[in-house]
């Protein structure tokens, strides 16, 4: 095998993917709505059938912006199961003390959008996130971000399965290009960073060992295919 090291065919990772690492868009907040004297309550109802003031109760509620929320509330703040609008964004889930919280729908004007668990407005719990290019991550998030176990489909069908933290790759995982190379191995902040396993597309080449940022590094050991 007249191998290069500088062929094209040894480009290891060229995935300069957006896995969104920035989440997805801010959310408007209720809370924050009744903070904001810019943003008036227009509107208000209450359901009128109420006898326990501190009972559950359904509230539509509409700002001068277009905010609109329609919803369960106690205690003055909203309580299970509620709709919030804006502009640019739409939530319909569960509501915890005036917070995101539970399970929830969520979708934004640019196509991008998220199904799964919320706590404290953030994305907790084991969800799904879709991208308005296609692009989607099936798996877990803490206080908004990525960590654990999760797997992520590129628009042009690579994917990625295994550790995430901070929203980076980030532990043991395997990615799959979309032109049929894999990587397995550890990974760090997105890139290939410790012991892995590097197979080309034809099968005719493997390298096992070190990589250091996308790039082999240190001790390893190439195998060719008996032709």
């Not at 709505?33 to 326990?52: G, P, R, T």
Request: with cysteine; hydrophobic share 25%; proline share 0%.
């Amino acid at each position: 095998d007249n191998y290069n090291d500088n062929n094209d065919d040894n480009n290891d990772n060229d995935n300069d993917y957006d896995n969104g690492n920035n989440g997805i868009p801010a959310m408007i907040k209720l809370r924050n709505l009744k903070n904001n004297n810019s943003n008036s309550l227009e509107y208000k109802y209450i359901d009128k059938n109420i006898q326990d003031k501190n009972a559950e109760y359904f509230c539509i509620q509409k700002w001068s912006d277009g905010t609109i929320f329609k919803g369960y509330f106690k205690n003055n703040k909203s309580n299970g199961i509620g709709y919030l609008k804006d502009k640019d964004n739409d939530y319909y889930g569960h509501f915890y003390e005036d917070k995101l919280d539970g399970f929830g729908i969520y979708s934004h004007i640019t196509g991008s959008g998220y199904i799964g668990e919320w706590k404290d407005d953030l994305q907790d719990g084991i969800g799904i996130e879709n991208w308005k290019d296609g692009s989607v991550f099936m798996g877990n998030f803490k206080k908004g971000k990525k960590l654990g176990i999760g797997q992520y489909l590129w628009k042009d069908g690579s994917k990625y399965y295994g550790e995430w933290r901070n929203n980076a790759m980030c532990g043991y995982g395997i990615f799959y290009f979309n032109d049929n190379r894999v990587y397995k191995g550890e990974w760090d902040n997105n890139m290939m960073n410790g012991i892995g396993e590097y197979i080309w597309n034809n099968g005719e080449k493997e390298f096992v060992g070190y990589f250091l940022n996308d790039n082999k590094n240190g001790f390893g050991i190439f195998y060719f295919k008996d032709l």
